[in-house]
């Protein structure tokens, strides 16, 4: 049996654009998939900060270092240039596997730079 496990999160991700025209996808700077761990062409899930809406496409890789975050095609119905976004990667993973498994978590700030990297989020008090 498989448990879907959270694999790799960007937090706070600045949408730059939102390219109806496009053919659908989310362009990430390629540095921040490679620092992310998530590869281009996987399947992510976009939760959009700013209005609510959740959806799942896939990434495709934009020019490195240039802190794009292109919400294409169809979805490009669900953000739009400057909304905050989270975008997360799953994995499944067997019992074994778990017992080692951390996530990457990347936290950005405007312009979409790298705040920190962690692979743990803080319990949440009461």
Known sequence: MLTTMLKAKLHRAHVTHSELGYEGSCAIDGKLLELAGIREYEQIE???????????????????GSGV??????????????????ICAYTGLTAAELESFKPTLVYLEEGNRVARVGNT??????
């Open 46 to 64: 976009i939760y959009n900060v700013t209005n609510g809406n959740r959806f799942t496409t896939y990434a495709i890789r934009a020019e490195d």
């Open 69 to 86: 975050i292109s919400v294409n095609g169809a979805a490009a119905h669900k953000a739009d240039p400057e909304d905050i976004i989270i």
């Open 121 to 126: 989020i803080p319990t949440q008090a009461a």
